[in-house]
């Protein structure tokens, strides 16, 4: 499948929309199930992966073959994930604000989906970590190229947050593949 991306990409690249078509046919459940649990919303994830294949086609020109474009599509969906978490905080930030000067009652949003609870205890960067190693098995090589760091480096932060959701729940013990609905 990555040969068939490279070309694909590389078809894109000279003006093939029908090309980006085929990409975003072959990426986009891929890019959901990394962007869902990062953000924890299904329709703010919804929302992410498109504009993460705006951006894409946007800045497809700065792709460069010798790389993976699968990492470069997860590095443009890390972006955008982290991006998005930063704007909800914004916003929380401001309705807090608001609902404290106005004594307006806010209920956060429930959750019942104890994976998603879960990865909301870790940081960005950690959720991210824990998100390509698991439910996406990527190496540790793999990840450095979509996150940055040594691959040792990221392997440590790893496993420190396993031992974070371990010490939070007890018996907690990550399994090697979580899958989520579309």
């Not at 029908?18 to 459940?29: G, K, M, N, P």
């Not at 924890?40 to 919804?46: H, T, V, W």
């Not at 929302?47 to 470069?72: C, I, M, P």
């Not at 998100?131 to 450095?144: F, G, M, T, W």
Request: glycine share 4%; with cysteine.
């Amino acid at each position: 499948m990555n040969d068939e991306l490279e070309q694909l990409a590389e078809r894109s690249k000279r003006g093939d929309r029908e090309a980006f078509s085929q990409i975003v046919r072959l990426l986009q459940q891929q890019i959901f199930r990394y962007c869902y649990p990062m953000i924890g919303n299904k329709q703010d994830a919804e929302d992410a992966v498109q504009e993460v294949f705006v951006r894409a086609y946007e800045k497809l020109h700065l792709y460069r073959e010798n790389g993976s474009f699968t990492a470069w599509m997860y590095k443009i969906a890390h972006n955008v994930s982290i991006n998005m978490i930063h704007r909800r905080r914004r916003l929380r930030g401001l309705l807090a604000r608001f609902t404290s000067e106005y004594s307006v009652s806010q209920q956060p949003e429930a959750s019942t989906d104890e994976t998603l609870a879960l990865l909301s205890e870790l940081s960005a960067f950690e959720r991210s970590l824990v998100i390509l190693k698991v439910i996406h098995d990527k190496s540790y090589n793999e990840i450095s190229v979509i996150l940055g760091g040594s691959p040792a480096y990221l392997r440590k932060k790893y496993e420190r947050a396993k031992a974070k959701l371990q010490r939070n729940h007890g018996e907690f013990y990550m399994k090697e593949r979580v899958s989520y609905e579309s």
